[in-house]
DNA sequence: GACGTGCGAGAACGAGCGTTCTCGCCGACG
DNA sequence: CGTCGGCGAGAACGCTCGTTCTCGCACGTC
């Protein structure tokens, strides 16, 4: 038996790397069979064909960025706290070596227009994070979290972008001004500072 | 004579909308030349190579929004309202038919890896408007021109994501709102509303 | 009218892709 | 020990792409 790491997740391991960083089309099976050390016949046999291995690249981003946003989330328990928390995690995820923008946005300008999978893939996992920050919106007592959580949202995605063209980290940490701002704002309406 | 429009013209406005829609790698010269109804051969002796014709692309659309974007805001003399009109027009724009999100961040998550002339025109592009965003935010008399200008920047590129994502303007509104509190949180911590 | 010349349509070429097939090997089982 | 079945390496296939070439036609000049 494969002691260690099953293949399927060998497999998916080289294509969340290669298509995360070259975007998808640029990266062929050949490419993801030398970085997996597979055989080009097990791919296929785990996967149907590349486009099942693509939406299942998204669903494995979807699943680790949000159980990473919650455990971050959920080392705090104060509202405000955990708001911002979405932004201190940002900030650690794009100052890594590895971060090359949002994988949804990047495959959805790619391929969103033609693959009716990866754009559905995309706006579940968007429309996910959305209404997470909408719960975490809503857990501060502002007065129409539904708004705030879709002003998250837009930080959410602007900081990201903006981190990888410029290659800093900077933006995350104006988003996460920004949030505060927008918070105070949305709990306590022309509140001292 | 070519009575119209000159065919340079002509092959750069299919290769825009084609690229736009469909993404860079997925629209083959072809379906340009289709398009635009002219030669391969005419195609290749105004642009050298695909790569030649992307960024003569990238920088027709810079110029394009940038140009839309002052057009908007110089309809304005009040600080605040100018900075509003950043969004009301990214709102009209979003709203219409041929909207696809930004064309920088989608061909920066294509190609910029590995197209290092794709990648400069994107950074340049994405300066280019944040140091415009500054400059408005200036004429405000922010306190920090800068990082409000950079928020700004950071509001802007998350609508489009959303607004094509959700296909909705909804999310440009949502960014006007935010760009409100935080430039009147950037010009008058504290006041009241 | 004869001739060169530039042009468009489409074939051609070489490379790369996704996908499948071939073949030689090795381990399981009677 | 003989046979069979699954496996990996890599060739093969059909397609698409970027780029160039061919060929036939229309047109300006003597």
Not at 164 to 192: C, F, H, K, N, W
Request: glycine share 8%.
């Amino acid at each position: 038996m494969d002691g260690e790491t099953s293949t399927e997740t060998r497999i998916l391991g080289a294509a969340d790397a290669l298509f995360y960083e070259h975007g998808v089309q640029s990266v062929g099976m050949d490419r993801i069979r030398d970085a997996a050390g597979v055989s080009l016949k097990k791919i296929y046999q785990c996967f149907p064909s590349k486009g099942a291995l693509v939406e299942a690249y998204l669903r494995r981003r979807d699943q680790w960025a949000r159980t990473a946003l919650e455990e971050r989330v959920a080392r705090h328990t104060d509202p405000e706290e955990r708001v911002l928390a979405v932004f201190d995690w940002l900030h650690d995820w794009v100052d890594g070596p590895d971060f090359h923008g949002c994988a949804f946005i990047n495959a959805f300008g790619e391929l969103g227009a033609d693959s009716a999978g990866v754009a559905h893939a995309v706006r579940d996992h968007k429309a996910a994070v959305r209404g997470y920050l909408r719960d975490l919106a809503h857990e501060t007592g502002a007065a129409d979290p539904d708004r705030l959580g879709s002003q998250l949202a837009v930080l959410l995605d602007g900081a990201m972008s903006n981190a990888s063209i410029t290659d800093s980290p900077a933006p995350a940490r104006d988003a996460r001004q920004a949030a505060r701002t927008l918070l105070r704002e949305a709990v306590a309406p022309g509140a001292r500072d």
